[in-house]
């Protein structure tokens, strides 16, 4: 009878992360990602304290005001009528990301995301106090001591720091920046402040410091449809398998394979498998390995195989930006294709739109809702009034002086009620106004269309309507 072996243990279902240590690496790619990185620091970081002069409200250049209904960009006010300009922007945003996609692959998870950029500053912060990749992979290795504690310490304060000022200054977009900065420190500020700047701090610092690459591979959506855009023109950081391999595979430098020549003459590739490219990866792969989910195309890795091939004296562009097509038979892609045409008139149009919505925002509008109870009022002279509700919401920087018109009501007097005597509107405010329409009995007419029109005594505003109705029963 066979016994069981009851200490076996069963297989992991998940296997464990293993911390990725990139090492450091100089070239046009790495130049051009610390670029980025500072221009968006610099943006997202100074713009909610840089002060902008407004005749009305905050001198704060960008700012979205909650509870005043208003989102300040500049000399842009856009207030809750001109929401759709949001909508507008997101959708040429959706438009701009298929478009540089279809073309380049993932260009922005490798330069622009938010994820990126943040991990990339994360792990400077680790070189910066821990040394570059083999230091760090023996600190990971050595026990917990002194220096151990210090340096993973220190890494620890300065990635709080980032997180906390991070989380603080995207609260500083919604208030104004220098008073929150008061408020916050006194322990005075409103609790939403401290509650969305704790929040953001953890997430940041759990996915620049701890999760980094596992964002890209399992969270981020955008990594997991990125395939339906790619086609055999699309450019992406691609490995040159026929120059890297050659007809025997690729070999180290060893005697007898030094020079291209030598190489050559046997059937062995250019890659010498010095594994740099896959050392400076941020993600880990092995881009040799071909196309693959983790790739956000950043091009370090090229940066990296360039060395290698600058010190050799070899061609550059062992790995390189290149299309699959390309790859296979050295045919250059071509950029009129029907994806790239569609996704460039897609963004055009939407950027047209855009701009028009932008340039067509009305200096005012104005309603005008019909008080229904009582429909309408038998006065002692045989007229019959009817009353409104006018709400006019003037979005200018200026006041503004307007004269109400009534069109399509023969005989018709207009006048306001609630002691008002004209319709002068505040810079950036709403009125709301209560109007009597009184005109006329007319027999076997039940009811009139007519329209109210707001005319600026000043000429700035070209006259705006509404349509309404005039009931005499």
Request: proline share 4%; aromatic share 12%.
């Amino acid at each position: 009878m066979s016994s069981v072996d009851l200490t076996e243990k069963e297989p992991e279902l998940y296997q464990a992360r293993e911390p990725i240590h990139p090492k450091s690496i100089k070239g046009r790619f790495r130049r051009f990602k610390t670029s980025v990185l500072v221009l968006a620091y610099g943006i997202f970081f100074l713009l909610p304290w840089l002060r902008w002069e407004r005749p009305v409200g905050p001198d704060q250049a960008v700012l979205f005001d909650i509870p005043g209904r208003r989102f300040y960009l500049f000399d842009l006010v856009i207030h809750p009528q001109d929401i759709f300009l949001l909508a507008g922007f997101l959708i040429l945003a959706a438009w701009l990301l298929f478009f540089v996609t279809g073309l380049v692959g993932r260009a922005f998870c490798g330069y622009f995301c938010f994820q990126t950029l943040w991990t990339d500053l994360f792990m400077k912060v680790e070189y910066w106090v821990q040394g570059d990749r083999n230091k760090r992979l023996k600190l990971e290795k050595q026990p917990w001591n002194f220096e151990k504690w210090g340096k993973k310490g220190l890494t620890f304060l300065i990635w709080s720091a980032i997180a906390f000022w991070t989380g603080f200054s995207f609260a500083a977009y919604w208030a104004d920046a220098p008073q929150l900065f008061a408020a916050f420190f006194t322990g005075h500020a409103v609790s939403a402040a401290y509650i969305t700047t704790g929040i953001l701090m953890l997430t940041t610092l759990v996915a620049a410091g701890f999760a980094r690459e596992q964002v890209c591979i399992y969270m981020c959506p955008y990594a997991r449809f990125q395939s339906v855009m790619f086609d055999k023109e699309t450019l992406l950081v691609s490995y040159d398998v026929h120059r890297g391999e050659g007809s025997s595979g690729r070999k180290p430098l060893q005697k007898g394979l030094m020079t291209l020549e030598e190489r050559h003459a046997l059937g062995t590739g250019d890659c010498i498998d010095c594994k740099l490219c896959v050392q400076v990866c941020p993600t880990g792969i092995d881009i040799r390995d071909g196309l693959q989910l983790a790739c956000i195309s950043c091009g370090l890795c090229i940066d990296a195989c360039n060395e290698i091939m600058t010190k050799r004296g070899w061609p550059e562009g062992l790995i390189r930006y290149a299309s699959e097509q390309e790859i296979e038979t050295g045919e250059k892609p071509s950029l009129l294709k029907f994806r790239t045409i569609g996704y460039g008139i897609a963004t055009i149009l939407v950027t047209g739109a855009l701009i028009y919505g932008l340039l067509s925002i009305k200096p005012a509008d104005f309603s005008v809702r019909q008080i229904r109870q009582p429909l309408f009022v038998m006065m002692s002279d045989g007229s019959i009034q009817n009353n409104y509700e006018m709400k006019i919401n003037n979005k200018t920087q200026k006041p503004m002086d307007l004269r109400l018109d009534l069109e399509g009501l023969r005989g018709a007097e207009v006048s306001i009620g609630g002691g008002f005597t004209d319709l002068k509107i505040p810079a950036d405010q709403t009125r709301n106004y209560r109007i009597h329409v009184r005109a006329p009995a007319v027999s076997g007419v039940g009811r009139q269309e007519i329209t109210f029109k707001l005319v600026d005594a000043q000429g700035r505003m070209a006259p705006i309507s509404q349509e309404s109705s005039f009931n005499y029963k």
